[in-house]
């Protein structure tokens, strides 16, 4: 009478020859001469290190690397099409946008106070803050 | 080559460090029973050798991911059943192998050892064995070949400790229905 471990390992002894050579194979292989622990000090804590962190999950890692090369890619891409940064290119660019944007600002709160009689020379230049008793008396006469 | 026997200590500090008899002695302990394993499942010789081959490079690649020794039977079988699952699903991309999950029931089965085979119903236990479903057979031959634990069998089965009990307990319920028909 057998048990059924017994009945079982008996019914595939036969391929017991053929294992030990995918044995001896896999020991001579990958195991003898090339192990992970030669140096079983900081070498062999770095590979568990690298085993544990990285190559349990490497298709997470993976996954994020793709994703951030993807936004990096748009980010770029973004940057080469947009006008300020065309303008940029150019010298003394930054200061003249600047001079262009405060100009666009004038010219709508002259419209939006009612204002029509700016002269071109304010358009190119900022205004400058004036005295508060000339404020004061415009206030009076407004 | 070292012969080990099932009440000896496994090397598997030694092989963490490297050493290649330590290894040949682990694979030795249990190219055999891994085998009769993967044969059961996927009724297939060469396909059970390469799979028990490419268990064995696994484990030596990523023995640092085996966090308790005395648990490297379990991890390696686990190996060897996810490979059996990769195959199942490449020649049946749409089925799965294991079943959805099942009622628990209690289990008051004899021990595995007790169990006793006369030659006369070896043919029908091989048989009624190979009718089981995959998830059936994984767990009762997991259980028999190497006695693992319900906790073991679930961690290596990928399946909880209740589907794993009443699995067991269906597929026992099966084979000795048939046992005890024969005179």
């Not at chain 1, 009478?1 to 017994?6: A, D, L, Q, S």
């Not at chain 1, 262009?100 to 190119?124: I, T, W, Y």
């Not at chain 2, 190219?31 to 499942?41: D, G, I, M, R, T």
């Not at chain 2, 190979?130 to 290596?156: G, K, M, Y």
């Amino acid at each position: 009478m057998k048990n059924p471990r017994e009945l079982l390992l008996s019914k595939h002894q036969q391929a017991d020859p053929k294992l030990d050579v995918v044995r001896r194979n896999v020991v001579a292989e990958h195991v003898g001469g090339k192990t992970l622990a030669e140096d079983p000090g900081s070498t062999g804590f770095l590979v568990r290190l690298w085993d544990e962190l990285f190559w349990s999950c490497r298709r997470a890692w993976c996954g994020l690397a793709t994703v951030w090369i993807v936004v990096l890619v748009l980010n770029l891409a973004g940057e080469t099409t947009s006008s300020p940064r065309a303008m940029a290119a150019k010298p003394g660019a930054p200061m003249e946008s600047l001079r262009l944007v405060l100009s666009e600002q004038n010219r709508l709160r002259a419209e939006l106070l009612g204002n029509h009689s700016e002269s071109p020379a304010d358009q190119s230049e900022p205004a400058q803050p004036s005295p508060r008793s000339e404020n004061r008396w415009k206030q009076k006469t407004a | 080559m070292t012969v080990m026997t099932d009440s000896e200590p496994l090397p598997v500090a030694e092989a963490r460090g490297g050493d290649a008899d330590a290894w040949d002695a682990l694979f030795h302990r249990y190219q055999l029973p891994l085998y009769a394993y993967v044969c059961e499942l996927v009724h297939d010789e060469q396909a059970s050798l390469d799979i028990v081959q490419e268990t064995f490079i696994n484990a030596a690649r990523h023995i640092g991911q085996l966090r308790e020794d005395a648990r490297f039977g379990s991890w390696l079988f686990g190996i060897a059943h996810q490979k059996c699952i990769q195959r199942w699903r490449r020649q049946r991309p749409d089925s799965d192998p294991v079943e959805m999950h099942e009622t628990e029931l209690a289990d008051r089965e004899k021990n595995p050892a007790d169990w006793l085979i006369g030659k006369e119903q070896e043919e029908r236990f091989m048989k009624c064995l190979a009718q089981l479903t995959p998830a059936h057979r994984a767990v009762l031959l997991l259980h028999f070949i190497e006695e693992f634990s319900i906790e073991d069998i679930a961690a290596i089965t990928d399946a909880a400790a209740g589907t794993v009990k009443s699995r067991l307990h269906y597929a026992k319920k099966e084979l000795r229905q048939i046992l005890e028909e024969t005179p």
